[in-house]
């Protein structure tokens, strides 16, 4: 096969990181363009390529010798393709540098991303000049918006996507004045606004008088390999009720997010990694959109539909009476019928149908096969929305898609 961009991880004998000279530095890894020659010091080591959430981890053992040059050549092993089947993926909640974003989105095979160059009181276009195209691309399928911004304070954070010009979000104060200011200038410009996460102090003031348009449900606590399994400076979660382990602050932020759809906000569920601040590479947190011809205007036209899914980990693929999930049922139907299509790498441990914020229906597969095919018919009389979603095992994590 072809050289292919990927992720490296590589540790020596005693487990330390190791980093060769020239290479772009993120936590404990680095990316190639699929090829690359490096030196270093004579040794064993362990070496893992990456290639985000497609494919399988690829490892191997080198015992290096002075003097000699060892060729290492590890095929990638895709476990489902996503592009095959027309779903795309995006992470809106991304802070590293411009210019190392076509690397990335290569070596992570991720689709689409949105930079926050403005963040608080941190600007990346102080000394630089803004470019005349907001969207870049590293080739047609993996593209950027360079001007997207977070503003983020005592109240939460915001997030302001697909922005034509920057807005003035750097002021002093961690409270004064509120975000609605600055949704408001965004909302001229016809941008995205998102709240970035449910539990934010501010969060239902923003949803209710701002026009907010999606939260982040596979947010950036999750992260590879751990979780922050905590809310923060936001709303503390009820210790009673949800208990101190990850699937705690899981059910937490989904259950927030079922209050807003139960009182009339039709919130669109999104996904953000925060690379460049938690220990996440670009596109852990993924939202798969289906795009017959993807493009980056296509790729939001179909999430403003809700032709999409949020993951960290497994794929899903639901319909409803036949048809696809995003579709509307008919008013004064009686009942549904529900197929779920769920993939995972290591295995579909749970699939839950949830009606109106409550679990109304649950399937355990046996074995945790890496597919699991689930179809029932289910009472929707009561019910004003459907959603599902399905869990993988995971340790020290949460890995699910909704």
């Given at each position: ?13 005693s ?9 772009y ?50 095929p990638?092993i ?24 076509p ?9 689409l ?12 276009w102080k ?6 195209d ?9 593209v ?26 750097a ?9 609605l ?21 501010e ?10 348009k ?5 947010n950036?606590h ?33 259950d ?12 669109i ?16 947190n993924?939202?798969y959109?289906q ?27 639901v319909?409803?009476?036949?048809k ?27 699939i839950e ?9 649950r ?9 699991a ?8 009389s ?10 993988e ?10």
């Amino acid at each position: 096969g072809q050289p292919t961009p990927s992720r490296i991880l590589l540790r020596d004998a005693s487990g330390e990181t190791v980093i060769p000279d020239g290479r772009y530095k993120y936590q404990a890894s680095f990316v190639i363009a699929g090829e690359a020659v490096m030196e270093v010091t004579p040794g064993d080591y362990s070496l893992a390529v990456k290639r985000g959430l497609e494919y399988e981890t690829v490892e191997t053992d080198l015992d290096l010798a002075a003097g000699a040059t060892t060729e290492v050549e590890l095929p990638l092993i895709r476990w489902v393709d996503l592009n095959g089947m027309g779903w795309y993926g995006g992470d809106l909640h991304v802070h590293r540098m411009v210019e190392i974003i076509p690397k990335l989105l290569l070596a992570e095979d991720l689709n689409l991303c949105t930079v926050q160059s403005l963040w608080n009181m941190e600007s990346f276009w102080k000394k630089k000049k803004l470019p005349e195209d907001l969207i870049q691309e590293a080739d047609p399928t993996h593209v950027f918006h360079v001007l997207s911004e977070e503003d983020e304070r005592d109240g939460g954070a915001v997030m302001f996507y697909n922005l034509k010009e920057p807005i003035p979000i750097a002021v002093p104060s961690r409270a004064y004045p509120s975000s609605l200011g600055f949704i408001e200038q965004a909302h001229e410009q016809g941008a995205w606004v998102e709240e970035e996460k449910p539990f934010w102090w501010e969060s239902p003031v923003n949803v209710a008088l701002g026009g907010v348009k999606s939260t982040e449900i596979v947010n950036n606590h999750f992260y590879e390999g751990g979780i922050l399994n905590n809310e923060a400076w936001g709303r503390p979660r009820d210790p009673e009720k949800y208990g101190p382990e990850p699937i705690g602050y899981c059910q937490y932020v989904l259950d927030l997010y079922y209050s807003f759809l139960n009182a009339g906000f039709p919130l669109i569920p999104t996904a953000g990694s925060a690379s460049g601040v938690l220990p996440n590479p670009l596109g852990y947190n993924r939202i798969y959109v289906q795009c017959e011809d993807f493009s980056y205007d296509a790729w939001w036209e179909g999430l403003s539909k809700g032709k999409h899914f949020v993951t960290n980990g497994p794929a899903l693929f639901v319909e409803m009476n036949g048809k696809p999930h995003w579709e509307k049922l008919p008013g004064g139907a009686e009942e549904v019928r529900i197929r779920v299509r769920a993939m995972a790498l290591d295995g579909v441990s749970r699939i839950e149908v949830i009606g109106d914020g409550q679990v109304i229906a649950r399937h355990d597969p046996l074995g945790a096969p890496n597919e699991a095919i689930w179809e029932d018919t289910l009472s929707c009389s009561d019910l004003s929305w459907l959603a599902v979603r399905v869990f993988e095992p995971a340790e020290n994590t949460v890995q699910f898609a909704h």
